[in-house]
C-alpha cells in the first residue's frame, strides 16, 4: 500500500473526510422548511380575502392604495417563495437569503390584504425557523448558464397569464357586465404591460387588479433581468493544466479502463486527490454532480479522489452520481461513500487474436462485408497522426454533416471531438469508393463512412463515433469495425472496446426458453423503447462481433434519485437539449481550442485570436 494521504486505512482518515465517506446527512430541516416555503406561497397566492376577520375593520381604515399594493404583494412573494423552495430543500444560501427577506413582506401583506392572522404568524414562524437554522442553509450555486433566462421568461410569462386571469375573476360581485373569457385574457395581457384593459371594475377593485396584474409583469421583466444579466457561473471546462496532468495519469494507468481517455472531454470538470495519482471527471447537470466511468489513476489513490468529489457535492448539495463504472470502481465506490450500485448494461469488448470471419456464427457479418467490398468500397485504417491536415478537414466536416442529430451526443463514452492534435494516437477507419463514370461525387469525395476510436492504454483502444453518408450502402460499420479489428495487430491492439449495450442482460435471458413473464414483460418494454432509444439494436450490433461482456453500473444515493438521475444523464448524453436548433448554429463553428500538447507560444496565439 501507497504510504499517500489517498491510501489511509479507516482509523487514519480525518473526521471530516470519514464523515463525507459515510455519506451527506438526513437533511430533514431544509426538507421540511422547503415544503412549508411552498404552502405559504400557495396560500400568498390563492388563499382568499377574509371578510369576517377582526383585523378586517382596522385594515379597512387603511387607504386603499395601501390595500391595493399588499394584495400586489401578496401575489409577488407567493410566487418566488414557491420559486425558492427547491432551494431551500437543496440547503442553498442564496434562497435562505431571499426567502428570509421576502417573509416578513408576505406576513405584512397576509395581515394587511388577506386580514389573516394566522398566515402572519405562519410566516413568521418560519422565518424565525430559517434564522434559528441558519447554518444548515451554507450550500454554493449551481454552473448556470443564461438559457435560464429565456426558460424563465417563459415559465413565468405562462404563470404570470394563469394567475392572472384568477385575479380578474376573484372580483365576481364588482365586475361590469359579463366579459368573454378573451377580454379577461386581453385584460390581462395589457395588465402586466401596465395598462387597463377592457374589463371595467366598481368600488375600487380596478386598483387591486390593476396593481397585481402590474407586479406579475413586473416580476416576469425583472427575474428575466436578473438571469440574464448577472455574471455567468463558469460551467465545467477542462484546463489545459488539468488535461495534462489526466494523460500523465492515463499514459501510467490508462490500460485499466477502456473508458479513461474519455474523462479528457473539455466539457467536464476534475476533481484530483490529495496526492495527485487519481481523479474523478464530472459535470453538474440539473442538480446532478455527474461523474463518468472509473476515477483516472493509481487505484490505491481513488478514495482520496471519491472523498474530495463527495465533499464537492455536499458543499454545493448536489446529487452525486457515477454513469458507466466498472465492477471494481462500482466495489470502491459504494465501500468509500455507502452509495448503491445497480447494473447499467454491458460493454462488449473484442480480443484481436481471438477474432475471425470463419465460422457459422460469423456467417452474416463475412458475406455482408464480401458484397459491399464487391460492390466497390475499400477501407483505410491509420493512427490520426498519419493523417494530413486536408484529409483530417474533411474527415472532421464529413463527421458532422452525417451526425444524426442537432447536437453532438455522448458524455461517459464519448470524447466530442475528431483530430485533435493531442489525440494523435486515436485511430479513424475510413471506408472509400470512387463514383461511377459520368455520375458526381459526394461534398467530400470518395469518402463514405468513418470510425473513430481513441486510445485505451498502450495496446488498446476504444470506440468513439460512427458515421456514415446516407446515400452508402447498408453495411458500412460492419465493414469498418471488421477492418478495423484486421489493422489491429500492425497497430499495436489487442484489444477493442465497441459500444456499450444497456440492459443487455435483460435482453438476452428474456428471449431465451423458459424465461418468466416479470423477465419477459421487462424485455417487451425494452424492445418498446427501442423505438426511440437504440436498446436492442445496439445489443443485437455488437452480439455480430462475438465479443466478451464487461458490466457497467450506475452508482447513486438513493432509490428516489434515480428519475432525477437519468434526466441528468440523458442532458449530458444529448438526448435533451436545450441548445440552439442546427440551422441557426450553421456558419457559426467553434475555433479549435488549445490543447495542454501544444507549445506555448501557440496556445497564447489561439488564446489571443479568440
Keep these: 500500500m501507497s504510504d499517500s494521504p489517498d491510501a489511509e486505512k479507516s482509523g487514519g482518515v480525518p473526521n471530516r473526510i470519514r464523515r463525507v465517506l459515510r455519506g451527506p446527512r438526513p437533511e430533514t430541516v431544509p426538507t421540511a422548511v422547503g415544503t412549508a416555503c411552498t404552502v405559504i406561497g400557495l396560500v400568498d397566492i390563492v388563499f382568499p380575502r377574509l371578510r369576517h376577520s377582526k383585523v378586517h375593520a382596522l385594515a379597512e381604515l387603511l387607504p386603499g392604495a395601501v ?20 432551494g431551500l430543500k437543496r440547503r442553498k444560501r442564496r434562497a435562505w437569503v431571499a426567502a428570509v427577506a421576502l417573509l416578513p413582506v408576505g406576513a405584512a401583506a397576509q395581515l394587511l390584504y388577506r386580514h389573516s392572522v394566522l398566515g402572519t404568524v405562519f410566516s413568521l414562524v418560519l422565518m424565525v425557523v430559517l434564522l434559528h437554522y441558519r447554518r444548515e442553509f451554507a450550500a454554493l450555486p449551481d454552473p448556470r448558464s443564461r438559457w435560464m433566462a429565456l426558460a424563465n421568461f417563459v415559465v413565468m410569462g405562462a404563470v404570470s397569464v394563469g394567475v392572472g386571469l384568477l385575479i380578474v375573476r376573484s372580483h365576481p360581485d364588482t365586475i361590469e357586465g359579463a366579459p368573454s373569457l378573451a377580454a379577461q385574457l386581453e385584460h390581462v395581457l395589457w395588465g402586466l404591460f401596465g395598462f387597463e384593459g377592457p374589463v371595467g371594475y366598481r368600488d375600487g377593485a380596478d386598483y387591486t387588479v390593476g396593481y397585481s396584474l402590474g407586479a406579475l409583469g413586473l416580476l416576469t421583466v425583472a427575474t428575466t433581468a436578473y438571469l440574464a444579466f448577472r455574471p455567468e457561473h463558469p ?59 472509473d476515477p483516472v489513476g493509481d487505484v490505491e489513490a481513488w478514495p482520496g479522489a471519491i472523498a474530495a468529489f463527495m465533499e464537492e457535492a455536499r458543499a454545493h448539495s448536489w446529487t452525486p452520481a457515477v454513469m458507466g463504472c466498472s465492477e471494481t470502481g ?36 463475412r458475406q455482408m462485408v464480401k458484397r459491399i467490398e464487391r460492390a466497390g468500397y475499400e477501407t483505410r485504417v491509420r493512427r490520426v497522426a498519419d493523417l494530413d491536415a486536408a484529409e483530417l478537414e474533411a474527415v472532421r466536416r464529413a463527421a458532422e454533416d452525417w451526425r444524426g442529430t442537432d447536437t453532438e451526443r455522448g458524455f461517459s463514452m464519448a470524447l466530442g471531438r475528431i483530430g485533435d492534435p493531442a489525440d494523435g494516437e486515436s485511430v479513424i477507419a475510413t471506408a472509400h469508393k470512387t463514383a461511377e463514370e459520368g455520375a458526381e461525387e459526394g461534398p467530400y469525395g470518395d469518402l463514405k463512412a468513418v470510425l473513430h476510436f481513441v486510445p485505451w492504454g498502450p495496446d488498446g483502444m476504444s470506440l468513439d463515433l460512427m458515421r456514415r453518408d446516407r446515400s452508402a450502402d447498408p453495411g458500412m460499420n460492419e465493414l469498418l469495425i471488421v477492418a478495423s479489428l484486421q489493422a489491429a495487430p ?58 466478451r461482456w464487461e458490466p457497467r453500473f450506475v452508482v447513486f444515493r438513493n432509490t428516489r434519485d434515480l428519475p432525477r438521475i437519468g434526466l441528468a444523464a440523458m442532458q449530458a448524453e444529448g438526448f435533451v437539449s436545450l441548445a440552439l436548433p442546427r440551422l441557426l448554429r450553421r456558419g457559426r463553428r467553434a475555433e479549435p481550442r488549445p490543447c495542454a500538447h501544444q507549445a506555448p507560444a501557440r496556445r497564447r496565439e489561439l488564446e489571443q485570436a479568440a
Design 330 to 365: 462500482g466495489e470502491v465506490w459504494t465501500r468509500e461513500t455507502g452509495l448503491d450500485a445497480l447494473e447499467l448494461g454491458d460493454e462488449a469488448i473484442v480480443d484481436v487474436a481471438d477474432f475471425t470471419l470463419s465460422g457459422r456464427a460469423m456467417r452474416n457479418v
Design 67 to 86: 390595500s391595493s399594493l399588499a394584495a400586489a404583494a401578496s401575489i409577488v412573494v407567493g410566487l418566488l417563495l414557491l420559486m425558492l423552495a427547491h
Design 490 to 547: 500492425a497497430l499495436g491492439v489487442t484489444r477493442v472496446s465497441l459500444n456499450f449495450a444497456m440492459f443487455r442482460s435483460a435482453l438476452a435471458r428474456g428471449e431465451k426458453l423458459g424465461a418468466g413473464p416479470v423477465l419477459r414483460g421487462w424485455r417487451g418494454l425494452l424492445v418498446f423503447l427501442s423505438r426511440w432509444f437504440q436498446i436492442e439494436s445496439l445489443y443485437k450490433f455488437n452480439a455480430k462481433f462475438r465479443p
Design 235 to 293: 460551467a465545467a471546462r477542462l484546463t489545459a493544466s488539468d488535461e495534462e496532468r489526466l494523460r500523465e495519469l492515463l499514459t501510467t494507468h490508462g490500460r485499466r479502463d477502456s473508458l479513461g481517455h474519455f474523462a479528457l472531454r473539455r466539457d467536464k470538470a476534475v476533481i484530483f486527490s490529495p496526492s495527485g495519482k487519481s481523479a474523478v471527471c464530472y459535470r453538474v447537470v440539473s442538480g446532478v454532480m455527474l461523474a463518468s466511468g
